[in-house]
């Protein structure tokens, strides 16, 4: 399968975004054969912009992109090829599954749109349906089916003919929370079996986690990071990114001993507590910092490591699996997790050096917010 | 677990410069709307400003024919009855409609089921049926108009200007039920909930909640009212022009049969004058609405049912006063017209099963009778066929396509209701003479009247259809697009599949709109090629009145058999796919 190119897109609408942005600006990635690359951001970020302008039902205001040698889409060779001719397959946020024809012929359509032969329409479809478990629904109409059902239809529609990619615009938003589980484990095994490519559409981090090969990171039409769902994780290019993938506490503070040899020291909270950081700074500044809750490590019992607090628990919460606290940390609000229940009111907290990730660092007037691939540089002049 | 072949089922199709049509049935579909809602228009204005009428040598341009017409006491005469008649007409019917909606859709009224349906369904009836009924009950010498007159003590005369608005509220009195059923079941009845929760009485939510709420439905309905009044031919035609009293529709249809010479531009100027006021009036509408409300779509439910309980003798009181109103206006003269249509008489002096016989039918049987009834069948399923393929495409082009002047069609389809009927006939009168071939082919044929008759119900299509588009999502399509299907397939094997019961409807509406049509036939039917209505019209004129009702009895009984299947049908699919 063809790599698919997406090189400097922008969109805007006739109005403006509420936010003064357009629906995308200069938007280029690649997905690589068998890859499944997933387009997470918050609505209205433009990530179904760039997903319907790879499907061709909008068409870009600049840019271009490719799929192989084939152009789909160039904006200065004003050449845009129909939807109709990418050899995409696309399931839709709604399944789009058509109401007057059964299960069979809904799958067998995109075949005889191509004119094959009808012996091996029908055997193509019994073949796509057995892969999708719905073998024996094909003589059913969409409305006897369920949600679930109606999304594996619109799957095997998308995937009977053998389409150079597949584009998956949040095919799980309208599935139940059990059901998306056992539908994302399915999708993802389906995938890696049949070394599809795919683009992959949702708003929801847990799913972005899951199924990715690699994760954009997208908000107000720019990516903001890129990466394989740990490195987006562990290492968020920004306190945006830190802030949507899951929690996370951020702690502003001040550089006190630039370094380059694996450990920084920082002042942080209105106490200026210092707190050793894994990661080398080579100049002064403010930085805000990101710990994810469950890299507190908590105990009832002091420690007596680097980058232990004192901490009072203001509230706790049972989660089912774990404790949720939300602590007061020598005047630092911080938010943990824990699987023990902890008898407070005032326990221990260490943040491991090795758990904090820098998102920004400010170097006197030069910003070194980034919105790039990577995480930050963070290196002084 | 089987696996996939990974060899792409077709080779890529070479790549499209942004901007031209995606297939070249859209411009086909854009240029044959445009070609029909001109044909009636270019040529009528072309006439009003020459000389002599087109077929005359020695023509040369001139306004005469306006002066002539404004300066005619007649015309002034005509232009102030017709402008009596339509304020009486919109009044009456915008107060008398929008009360039975809101009792219908608000109220615990007796009977308020059937009624949101017997109130509507008269918008569908032959006019002229409707009409002659009226005229056998209650005209002078009429059934009932003694009883009216001397039992009751109404001053009532059918014949006069507001005798006939009387008659003009009756017909229109569903349309604006319609309009205002319809915004009804769109507004969320918690809102008026609301206003009774912080202590409103029924009458002050009505006041202050429910009829605000309603005045778009209000000012639509009323100038549609409005505009299909000035319009007028057929009650002035059988009720007023007999004693004089003329509007402007059958003063130009007086002028056009009985001038020295035929077809004087004085009609040309005449009809361009209704057709600017008919357009203003569009524009207006247009603009106070602006464009969604125009697609009145009915089905959106409100969040809350609110109904208020009315005291049971209000309650019935007000479900009788409704079944009274409804009997006398339609079911009445309804009856009066059978009753007419097997007796030799229809008289209050003879009691009619004295007089029973079965004459009328069997001059309904053959001769130029049959011949209407057979033209009109045809010219109606013809024409009902074909407006509703070439509508279902112009609406797939103009709301799902990329074509660049898709977005004129929406106004072009809306523009024929605007065309009064008699427009429509002398215009295709002028574009048949001018435009040849295929002009003289037509002049004198079933295919033109067809022509003329379906371009004129276009927009009922267009209504019910544009409606249906907006509820089918885009996703649907896109699905198509995506695994390889161009428009054309995906609207023929989609998206038009889909809306099967919307185009059934929509086939149902032509064919009962267009059988039942006449003002655009009075001005191109010949011996050969005379449909019903135009039939009916010259035998009553003649004082036939037997046949006259059986042939509208047998109008009703198609459209009634028509409605019931197609709603039957309808119902059905409806059904089936709503048991999702």
Redesign the interface.
């Known amino acids: 399968?063809p790599d698919i190119t997406v090189d400097a897109i922008s969109k805007s609408f006739g109005g403006k975004h509420p936010t003064g942005a357009p629906a995308l600006a200069d938007v280029s990635f690649t997905v690589r054969d068998g890859e499944l690359l997933t387009l997470l951001g918050p609505s209205g970020c433009g990530k179904t912009t760039t997903l319907t302008s790879i499907?061709?039902?909008q068409?870009p205001d600049t840019g271009r992109i490719t799929c192989g040698d084939?152009?789909f889409f160039?904006h200065a060779a004003?050449?845009?090829?129909?939807?109709?001719?990418?050899?995409?397959?696309?399931v839709?946020?709604?399944y789009?599954?058509?109401?007057?024809m059964t299960v069979a012929q809904n799958v067998g359509?995109?075949?005889k749109?191509?004119k094959?032969r009808r012996p091996d329409v029908r055997e193509?479809v019994r073949?796509?349906l057995?892969?999708v478990e719905m073998g024996a629904y094909a003589a059913r109409y969409?409305?006897?089916l369920s949600g679930g059902q109606q999304q594996r239809v619109?799957l095997a529609?998308?995937?009977?003919?053998?389409?150079?990619v597949l584009?998956l615009d949040e095919p799980f938003s309208n599935l139940d929370a059990k059901l998306r589980e056992r539908a994302r484990s399915w999708l993802k095994q389906l995938q890696a079996?049949?070394a599809l490519t795919a683009i992959f559409v949702t708003h929801d981090q847990h799913e972005a986690l899951h199924m990715s090969d690699r994760i954009l990171v997208m908000d107000h039409g720019r990516i903001l990071q890129a990466g394989t769902p740990e490195e987006v994780y562990r290492r968020p290019g920004s306190r945006f990114v830190a802030e949507f993938l899951g929690q996370c506490n951020i702690l502003a503070g001040q550089v006190t001993a630039p370094t380059a040899h694996g450990i920084t020291w920082l002042a942080v909270g209105p106490a200026r507590l210092p707190l050793a950081v894994a990661q080398d700074v080579r100049a002064a500044g403010s930085v805000e910092v990101a710990v994810r809750p469950e890299a507190v490590e908590l105990s009832e019992h002091p420690l007596d490591r680097e980058n232990a607090l004192t901490a009072r628990v203001r509230a706790v919460s049972f989660l089912g699996d774990h404790y949720r606290y939300e602590l007061d940390a020598q005047g630092l609000p911080l938010v943990a997790t824990s699987p023990r229940h902890l008898p407070g009111p005032d326990i221990s907290a260490r943040i491991p050096p090795g758990a904090c990730w820098i998102v920004s660092h400010e170097d006197g007037a030069r910003s070194a917010k980034t919105a790039n691939d990577r995480a930050p540089e963070v290196t002084g002049a | 677990?089987?696996?996939?072949?990974?060899?792409?089922?077709?080779s890529?199709?070479p790549?499209?410069?942004?901007g031209r049509p995606?297939n070249p049935v859209q411009a086909l579909v854009w240029l044959l709307v445009l070609a029909c809602v001109l044909a009636p228009v270019l040529p009528l204005l072309y006439a009003s400003v020459q000389s002599k009428p087109i077929y005359d040598t020695g023509r040369v341009f001139s306004l005469s024919a306006y002066s002539q017409l404004f300066s005619d006491p007649a015309f002034r005469l005509a232009a102030r009855n017709t402008a009596e008649f339509a304020v009486i007409t919109t009044a009456c019917s915008v107060v008398l409609g929008s009360c039975f909606a809101v009792v219908c859709a608000r109220s615990n009224v007796l009977g308020r089921r059937a009624y949101g349906t017997l109130l509507a369904v008269p918008v569908l009836l032959p006019p002229l049926g409707v009409i002659l009924g009226w005229n056998a009950l209650y005209g002078p010498g009429g059934y009932a108009h003694s009883f009216v007159t001397s039992t009751l003590h109404i001053p009532f005369n059918l014949n006069s200007v507001p005798g006939m608005a009387v008659l003009g509220t009756a017909t229109a009195v569903p349309v604006v039920f319609l309009v205002c059923q319809a915004a009804l079941a769109t507004m969320d009845a918690s809102l008026e909930n609301a206003g009774r929760s912080v202590g409103a009485g029924p009458l002050r939510v009505l006041r202050g909640v429910t009829l605000p709420m309603l005045r778009p439905a209000l000012i639509n309905s009323g100038l549609l009212v409005f505009t299909l009044s000035i319009e007028s031919l057929g009650i002035p035609l059988v009720l007023g022009s007999p004693v004089g009293h003329d509007f402007i529709a059958s003063y130009l249809y007086g002028a056009w049969s009985s001038a020295a010479s035929p077809d004087p531009p004085l009609v040309s100027a005449g009809a361009v004058v209704l057709l600017a006021v008919a357009c203003v009036l569009l524009l207006l509408r247009s603009a106070l609405l602006g464009d969604g409300a125009r697609f009145v779509s009915v089905g959106g439910r409100g969040g809350a049912d609110g109904t208020v309980a009315l005291g049971r003798l209000t309650r019935v009181l007000l479900g009788v006063l409704i079944g009274l109103y409804l009997a006398a206006t339609t079911f009445a003269p309804l009856l009066a017209l059978a009753v007419e249509s097997v007796v030799s008489q229809l008289t209050p002096l003879v009691a009619p099963w004295h007089l029973l016989t079965p004459a009328n039918w069997a001059a309904v049987a053959h001769g130029e009778y049959l011949q209407a009834i057979r033209n009109s069948a045809l010219i109606a399923l013809a024409g009902a066929v074909a407006t509703t393929v070439l509508v279902a495409l112009a609406t797939a082009v103009a709301h799902r396509s990329r074509f660049t002047l898709r977005r004129s069609l929406p106004f072009l389809l809306l523009f024929p209701r605007a065309i009064p009927g008699l427009i429509i006939g002398i215009g295709f009168f002028w574009s048949f003479l001018l435009v040849n071939p295929p002009g003289h082919a037509l002049l004198n044929s079933i295919g033109g009247l067809t022509l003329a008759l379906s371009i004129r119900s276009l927009t009922l299509a267009y209504f019910v259809l544009s409606a249906a588009f907006a509820t089918v999502?885009t996703?649907?399509d896109?699905?198509?697009?995506?695994?390889?299907?161009?428009w054309w397939?995906?609207i023929t094997?989609?998206t038009l599949?889909?809306l099967?019961p919307a185009v059934f409807v929509a086939f149902i509406l032509m064919f009962i709109s267009i059988l039942n049509d006449y003002d655009p036939a009075l001005f191109l039917t010949t011996p050969g090629t005379t449909v019903m209505g135009v039939a009916m019209l010259n035998a009553e004129a003649q004082g036939v009145n037997g046949p006259v009702a059986a042939m509208a009895m047998i109008q009703i009984a198609i459209t009634v058999t028509a409605i019931a299947v197609g709603g039957r049908l309808f119902t059905a699919r409806i059904a089936r796919?709503g048991?999702?």
């Open positions: 399968m499907a061709g039902f068409q084939q152009v160039d004003r050449l845009s090829l129909p939807a109709e001719s990418r050899n995409l397959g696309m839709f946020q709604s789009a599954v058509w109401p007057h359509f995109p075949l749109v191509r094959v193509r073949q796509t057995e892969l969409p409305h006897e619109a529609r998308a995937l009977v003919y053998s389409p150079a584009l079996e049949l | 677990m089987i696996s996939l072949t990974r060899r792409p089922l077709r890529a199709s790549g499209r410069r942004s995606e999502s996703a649907l896109d699905a198509g697009r995506s695994t390889g299907a161009g397939t995906t094997r989609i599949p889909i099967r796919r048991r999702a």
